[in-house]
């Protein structure tokens, strides 16, 4: 007898893919962060991005950044969960307000918040 997940397996999110889909969706290289508020793990695309003037990272700074990001996400099992909501989202980043997306717990998360 052959052992088959549940359900199948998301592929891995890549920094590439992710920067790709920022760019599609809102024409601009967002600034991504992971926020811890009340027990619960937020991704939040925040209202900075790499094209801008005043963006306080360089382009290989914000590269490296986002590799970090993609590989955390990952290491949580929420890439599915991110790329599903990045791409449906109706929301849109503006000045002094970030969109937030709370992680759904698989689990994993309670280890990540330790």
Known sequence: MLWAPLQPLAMPLTAAELLSILRERWGAS???????RAGRL????????????????????????LQQLVEQLNGIGQAEAVRNWLQTTRDKPRLGKALSFPLPDQGRLSEFLL
Not at 30 to 36: A, F, G, S, V
Request: no cysteine; net charge negative; charged share 25%.
């Open 30 to 36: 967002y600034d991504l962060q992971l926020h811890r």
């Open 42 to 65: 937020y991704l939040q695309v925040m209202w900075a991005y790499l094209e801008q003037q005043s963006f306080p990272l360089s382009e290989e700074d914000y590269l490296l950044r």
